[in-house]
């Protein structure tokens, strides 16, 4: 009876570890299962977005090159932006005054010089209005260095002129400079 009892009761231990083998196999088995969907799920997400990421990238370049290559486009551009700016370069010729100068010019002419529309406050203190007829005097100082300047630079390059004229006469044509030579006439 006792041999039973133990034939019994390893069998029952045996029994036991197998179905505990078993319940580890397969919760091993679900674990690795639930791990690979949700890597397949993953890879899918990231290539459903990649996908889309190219479609848009697909999509803005061919609206970028519809743009761009747009030959007509491009050339109505360029035709209106040098219309533009010889407008520009004629109106300061007649003027006579330089791109710089004729935009500020322009910006000066944009600002009203007249008395404010509707009621007005009496401007008192150090200012009293007086920010504008400022404004104007910087400019005018500004024009008159800038004009002294240029006639600066015309004076030296005038000089400058004269004395490589002068070094270039004084080479001698029978020196020992072979045909072809470069004469440095400001040294």
Do not use: C, K
């Not at 997400?45 to 990421?53: C, G, I, V």
């Not at 035709?79 to 010729?93: C, G, N, V």
């Not at 330089?98 to 000066?108: H, P, Q, W």
């Amino acid at each position: 009876m006792r041999a039973r009892t133990e034939q019994r009761d390893a069998r029952t231990t045996l029994t036991n570890t197998r179905a505990n083998e078993v319940q580890q196999r397969n919760e091993i088995i679900t674990e690795d299962v639930r791990r690979r969907e949700n890597a397949i799920r993953l890879r899918r997400d990231d290539q459903e977005l990649e996908l889309e990421n190219s479609i848009t990238r697909y999509e803005q370049q061919l609206t970028s090159d519809r743009i761009s290559d747009d030959a007509a486009f491009r050339r109505l551009r360029d035709d209106l932006t040098t219309e533009l700016r010889d407008i520009r370069a004629d109106r300061a010729f007649v003027d006579g005054r330089t791109l710089s100068e004729f935009d500020e010019g322009l910006a000066l002419d944009q600002i009203d010089r007249g008395p404010a529309p509707g009621p007005t406050t009496e401007i008192t203190g150090p200012d009293a209005g007086g920010g504008f007829q400022d404004f104007l005097a910087a400019r005018d100082e500004r024009l008159a260095l800038r004009q002294e300047e240029d006639r600066d630079f015309s004076i030296q390059q005038q000089i400058d002129l004269r004395l490589a004229d002068d070094n270039v006469r004084e080479v001698t044509p029978n020196s020992d400079l072979p045909r072809g030579s470069i004469v440095d006439v400001f040294g």
